[in-house]
């Protein structure tokens, strides 16, 4: 099991380095995390939703994730609450106070789930959540040391150097582990690190004498992308994905955006800049306007509203700038969201940005789905693509009636075969709307898009947008193995390394 001695400290990367690395040693590896707080979210085959993270851990050991991976995700929602989403679904929307008391109908699953995947793989790596020195929450623990015990598995305690303080931060949370989950912790690793190493040799021995715990590793600071983002946490403000490029993309960056990661393969292509923007001032001259993915369409759309982004975008749209809008940006970009049954608010009825012949009502319910489908001419931007086929997810609430044309067409749902629409473009192939997320990791998409960008700018295509993206998590695997004690984390699973 992988801890941390806070959120974001590296368990989520570090888990999915181990998956790769034993998966190429010929082991069968799976991830877990029996509780992860996310609004990035993958669907499964089976139409379950689980955390970002899992999947591509799941991804990394070459295989596909499943709802066992991570029995329990919360998605925030306004108010101090979050929906609960057990086993791959939304189950209800639940504060602090009633999610803990559904821990003990929730444990019973999260140990099935758990013993289903030591039952079919070699190793498991379990990741934690936070940290388990979080005294405050040690009683309504389900996810650190609670699920270690469950498993009667070592721990691994990762801390980060570059935010500073490591060597306390490893010191702190031993110091306030109870003895019997203190025992449990096997190995120290500091990730993050930039420079030369020996200038930390004494400290890790000090940190290893005062603690009576090997240090196992020192990893050095990465490159960005060789994970998918998972928490808004790693989005700040205007922040840049990319260098500043020929190509400018600016990303509404709503209160409650959610799937962000659609938009790292638009990142990582040579002279495309993504920003994140939340002011009509920080919209510029942006080549493309983009309302992503949220858990909250109507708190979102208010927002855009009373800030002054909803008049920035509209004017925008009306001067010829090509406007996206993903899943509850497409619901955004309609005329009016309905909801009647009040699942997302109090307000029965929302007006929206006008931009699309569209309205949503919502409903009970929830899609969660793989699809395949084919963009049509219809696709404004990405017509060039027509004909050809993409693969996408879906993860929405409501359904959305349109006036026209749709710019894909849906050919399998779930596995099965269908003859559906989904989206809507305006009659002149600027402003368009989808519900599938996932698109910009089809290379043919992308292409089409970019090229469509630089023919409306007058400036010459790069011929590598579009080439397929070198296997990051080869990449992130080598880096790790280089820095870890591979064969000692190995003799604590009880597996050999080099397999035998």
Not at 168 to 183: H, S
Not at 394 to 421: C, K, M, Q, W, Y
Request: proline letters at 6%; one cysteine or more.
């Amino acid at each position: 099991m992988i801890q941390g001695t806070a959120s974001g400290v590296g368990k989520s990367l570090l888990v999915a380095a181990l998956c790769r690395i034993f998966a190429r040693a010929g082991y069968r590896v799976a991830p877990f995390k029996s509780q992860n707080m996310a609004l990035n979210a993958a669907v499964t085959l089976q139409g379950g939703e689980i955390g970002r993270a899992q999947a591509a851990q799941a991804a990394a050991a070459g295989i596909e994730p499943t709802m066992d991976m991570n029995p329990i995700l919360l998605k925030p929602e306004t108010g101090h609450r979050s929906q609960v989403v057990v086993l791959g679904r939304a189950v209800r929307s639940a504060s602090w106070p009633e999610y803990v008391h559904m821990h003990r109908d929730l444990l019973p699953l999260v140990a099935e789930s758990l013993s289903r995947l030591r039952r079919t793989f070699d190793l498991v790596v379990i990741e934690g959540a936070g940290s388990p020195a979080e005294i405050n929450l040690r009683d309504s623990d389900i996810v650190n040391m609670r699920v270690a015990r469950m498993a009667d598995a070592p721990v691994l305690l990762v801390g980060d150097i570059d935010r500073g303080g490591v060597f306390a931060a490893l010191l702190g949370t031993l110091a306030l582990l109870e003895p019997e989950d203190r025992a449990r912790v096997e190995g120290l690793i500091v990730n993050r690190f930039r420079g030369d190493e020996t200038v930390l040799a004494a400290g890790l021995a000090e940190l290893s004498a005062r603690s009576c715990v090997r240090v196992l590793g020192v990893v050095p600071y990465l490159e960005a992308g060789l994970m998918p983002s998972e928490d808004s946490l790693d989005l700040v403000d205007s922040a840049l994905w990319g260098a500043p490029g020929v190509l400018d993309i600016a990303v509404i960056r709503l209160p409650l955006i959610a799937n962000f990661d659609d938009f790292e393969p638009l990142a990582a292509e040579p002279g495309v800049g993504v920003r994140f923007v939340r002011t009509a001032g920080e919209l510029g001259r942006a080549d493309l306007i983009v309302l992503p993915g949220t858990k909250g369409t109507v708190a979102d759309l208010q927002w855009l509203l009373g800030t002054g982004l909803a008049d920035a975008i509209r004017g925008a749209a009306a001067n010829g700038c090509p406007v996206l809008g993903i899943c509850g940006g497409y619901q955004m970009l309609g005329e009016a969201v309905h909801d009647p049954d009040r699942v997302e608010s109090d307000a029965p009825t929302t007006p929206a940005l006008g931009l699309l012949p569209v309205i949503t009502t919502f409903a009970l319910g929830k899609t969660t789905v793989r699809v395949r489908a084919r963009a049509t001419r219809a696709a404004g931007p990405f017509s060039g693509a027509a004909g050809g086929e993409l693969t996408g997810y879906e993860i929405h609430a409501g359904r959305t009636s349109s006036g026209s044309p749709s710019p894909f067409a849906i050919v399998e749902r779930g596995g099965l075969s269908v003859n559906d629409v989904d989206g809507a473009v305006n009659a002149t192939g600027t402003v368009l709307g989808t519900y599938l997320h996932g698109l910009f990791a089809n290379d043919a998409l992308r292409r089409e898009l970019l090229r469509s960008l630089a023919v409306r700018k007058g400036i010459v295509a790069d011929p590598r947008w579009g080439s397929p993206p070198p296997d990051r998590y080869e990449r992130l695997a080598d880096a790790v193995a280089r820095a870890v004690d591979v064969p000692a984390i190995a003799k604590l699973a009880g597996l050999a390394f080099p397999r035998a």
